[in-house]
């Protein structure tokens, strides 16, 4: 008996075969045979036909921790954002306040090696030595909005702003868990090999930036010791992300008075002037339980470990822009995270850093020269057809009631659709960016954020706004908009080429079209109405119906392998298995609506059926 494993399904689920040619330009065979492993039946095993010798002939870069299509052309952007981050860094003619004058200022300071080496840790010694005087937990819970507020760090918990999953024509203060630095919570609460190793690089992390900053070898070990203790406690709290992707139990609305009785230590009427909010009482909390136990920890902890806590909270954050000690010990700890062989050259982190402070300025450069008219028409005209296969399957299904098949093709033309680019630039007014000062700039976009967020309170909600710059590579899908959006970044070959034949769109960007279109019915999605709103529309029935066949695909995920005895956790990636199936069912019902998907013409040799498939089959190598 085969063992089914993870890679073996990214045959469903990678949407891209594409030869040695730029990405920029369309190679003139779209489909290239000697990418593909002919000797293998694609029913045998798809994946090892469409792209065996792709795969064979393309290692794994150094610099990345997995390669394929996303990073090919991910790797290609990259490329496209550092010839305009260099031409605006070198226009000394952009006037003053112009978009391109701001992208190559900030640009130019963060490529200024020379003299961030010179400052080592200088841009944040003021900022630890504020932290010394505090002498009991209302200081330092005041110093920790500080911190929050100045863009310094967000220590302890989860703080934003965003729409009221039950009425989501209003913003609400939301609080979550938080205050913990490894990427998930089972990294510090499990004591498997792997779990260990990285404990144990964390802890050497942290060692060597509290002596980079200048505590003895012993001071060091200790505060590392407290900070460890701190963040376990905070995760043995939080909740796994299984649980959070239930949003009825992740919604608990309080008044600040409410909430504070829950957590005498925290006063949230206090704190939230304290975190610049003014004219708010109410708290959406998606984990109640976490906040009584960091009131606990607040009042069991001592003080002078609390202090050492915030000091890292600053040390972690500066330390990737710090001289390069500080950058070197941040990769050796991501190495031991992610598997990287060398560190990412200097002027791809800090292109994509430009893309992630500023993106909405960058994204207008990226735009122009990259993303063209008639792509967004091309797009508008698949999205179209992907609405109509939908339309087609969901009146097709055999288990759903009519009265559930009419709410859900309701929602399904609710979708808003987003390509490309916001329709209103956001243009960072008020943010200070200056050619000489990369770790001020960074200061001052943080606060701005801040500033920027917080400024949302009370007024309506801004549908224009889009949750990724232009250049990224990647879409979604919003519960609360009902929108799916496409970045420009994305839209580009081999996912999408206004000029290719349907085939290819349809197996490529309409795959992932229909991915983000899924995401509305999937366990999560499914439970938002057309508005947006966390609301049923399901007869119970039908809901009931829907669960079983969702714990069907989850335990059929449970089985797949990702490595040695590692199993998927068929829970845990729901929403995306059903993006995924639902996807590739859809792109493909939609293709067959068109001249080409109902015709037998061949092109290079290929069927349209054989063009389309192989854009859903090939191009990962871990």
């Known amino acids: 008996m085969n063992k089914t494993t993870l890679k073996g399904l990214l045959a469903l689920v990678i949407l891209v075969a594409y030869g040695h040619t730029s990405l920029a330009q369309t190679p003139a065979k779209l489909i290239d045979p000697a990418n593909m492993d002919l000797s293998v039946k694609p029913g045998d095993d798809f994946y090892q036909y469409a792209s065996g010798a792709w795969i064979k002939n393309n290692p794994v870069p150094a610099k990345e921790t997995r390669w394929g299509s996303f ?67 209302k200081e330092i819970l005041d110093h920790a909005a500080y911190l929050r507020t100045s863009g310094l760090a967000a220590p302890m918990f989860g703080f934003g702003v965003g729409q009221d999953r039950k009425n989501v024509t209003k913003y609400v203060l939301q609080l979550g868990q938080g205050g913990t630095t490894l990427p998930d919570r089972d990294y510090y609460l499990k004591d498997d090999v792997r779990s260990v190793q990285i404990r144990g690089a964390y802890v050497k992390y942290m060692n060597s930036l509290f002596t980079l900053t200048g505590s003895t070898v012993a001071e060091a070990k ?14 043995e709290a939080q909740m796994s992300r299984v649980e959070m992707r239930d949003p009825y139990k992740t919604y608990n609305k309080f008044s600040a008075t409410e909430f504070s009785k829950t957590t005498p230590e925290i ?22 339980a976490f906040f009584v136990a960091l009131d606990a920890l607040l009042k069991s902890v001592p003080a002078s470990d609390w202090k050492t806590y915030l000091e890292w909270n600053i040390l972690k954050g500066a330390a990737p822009n710090l001289s390069s000690a500080f950058v070197q010990a941040t990769f050796v700890f991501n190495q031991a995270l992610s598997g990287q062989k060398v560190q990412t050259p200097r002027w791809q982190r800090m292109s994509q850093l430009t893309d992630g402070t500023i993106g909405e300025l960058l994204g207008q450069l990226y735009v122009a020269k990259y993303f063209k008219p008639e792509a967004k028409v091309r797009m508008a005209e698949l999205i179209a057809n992907l609405r109509k296969a939908f339309e087609i399957r969901i009146s097709n299904l055999d288990w759903m009631s009519d009265a559930t098949k009419e709410k859900a093709l309701s929602k399904l033309n609710a979708f808003v659709p987003k390509i490309g680019y916001p ?57 609360t908009m009902n929108e799916i959006v496409f970045p420009a970044g994305i839209l580009q070959f081999p996912f999408f080429d206004p000029n290719a034949d349907d085939a290819v769109n349809y197996g490529g960007i309409g795959a992932v079209i229909g991915h983000e279109m ?49 199993h998927v956790i068929g829970k845990l990636t729901m929403g995306e298995n059903i993006g995924d199936l639902g996807g590739l069912n859809a792109a493909y019902t939609a293709f067959k609506l068109t001249k080409q998907g109902q015709s037998n013409e061949k092109i290079d040799g290929f069927t349209p059926d054989q063009r389309f498939f192989p854009f859903m089959g090939a191009g990962m190598a871990w």
Request: hydrophobic content about 35%; charged content about 30%; aromatic content about 10%.
């Open 423 to 479: 329709d209103k630039w956001k243009n960072y007014d008020g943010l200070n960016i200056s050619r000489g000062t990369y770790l001020q700039n960074l200061r001052n976009a943080g606060e701005w954020s801040y500033n920027d967020m917080i400024g949302q309170l009370g007024k309506p909600v801004d549908r224009s706004r889009f949750g990724m710059t232009p250049p990224t590579v990647n879409a979604y899908y919003s519960a």
């Open 267 to 288: 006063n949230w009427t206090a704190m939230l002037t304290k975190l610049k909010v003014g004219g708010q009482d109410t708290l959406l909390v998606s984990q109640p």
């Open 222 to 235: 200790k505060k590392a010791d407290a900070v460890l203790s701190i963040e376990k406690k905070l995760a």
């Open 518 to 566: 899924s995401h509305g019915f999937d366990d999560s999605g499914s439970k938002y109405d057309k508005d947006g709103n966390l609301k049923n529309w399901w007869t119970e029935e039908d809901k009931t119906k829907f669960e079983a066949k969702a714990k069907a695909l989850g335990e059929q995920f449970d089985a797949y392998t990702v490595l040695d005895t590692i």
């Open 71 to 137: 990073n090919a052309l991910r790797d290609f952007n990259i490329n496209a954002v550092k010839g305009l981050v260099e031409d605006a860094a070198a226009d000394r003619t952009a006037p003053a306040g112009s978009v391109k004058k701001r992208v190559g200022d900030f640009y130019t300071a963060a490529m200024d090696s020379a003299s961030i080496e010179k400052l080592s840790y200088i841009p944040i010694k003021a900022d630890l030595q504020k932290i010394k005087p505090l002498k009991d937990i």
